[in-house]
Nanobody, 124 residues
């Protein structure tokens, strides 16, 4: 079982930056594919970014490419999402997700473990 705790959300003006963090429990963090998803009010949850267990491979949804960067520190059991040039349409609850590398799947899923989410609000 993996528990995920996100932090780093908040209110920021358009064009600003935020860095989200997600700390995972357990001793096998490096064996998990990690991802960030988001859900805006009235919309379905959508994929944002993902990173392989080693950190050597990443994937992004088109709308955040060149603005967001996902990374991980396996020594700290933590995955990050650096968000730059934020836009009002980035406003959402951001969720951290994890999947054991032993399972098949792609960047979009499936993910078996989810955090509680952290709110990001971008004002215009």
């Amino acid at each position: 079982q993996v528990q995920l705790v996100e932090s780093g959300g908040g209110l920021v003006q358009a064009g600003g930056s935020l860095r989200l963090s997600c700390v995972a429990s357990g001793r096998t963090f490096s064996s998990y594919v990690m991802a960030w998803f988001r859900q805006a009010p009235g919309k379905e949850r959508e994929f944002v970014a993902a990173v392989s267990g080693s950190g050597g491979s990443t994937g992004y949804t088109d709308s955040v490419k060149a603005r967001f960067t996902i990374s991980r520190d396996n020594a700290k059991n933590t995955v990050y999402l650096q968000m730059n040039s934020l836009k009002p349409e980035d406003t959402a609850v951001y969720y951290c997700a994890a999947r054991s590398s032993a399972y098949g799947g792609n960047w979009y899923g499936p993910f078996h473990y989810w955090g509680q989410g952290t709110q990001v609000t971008v004002s215009s």
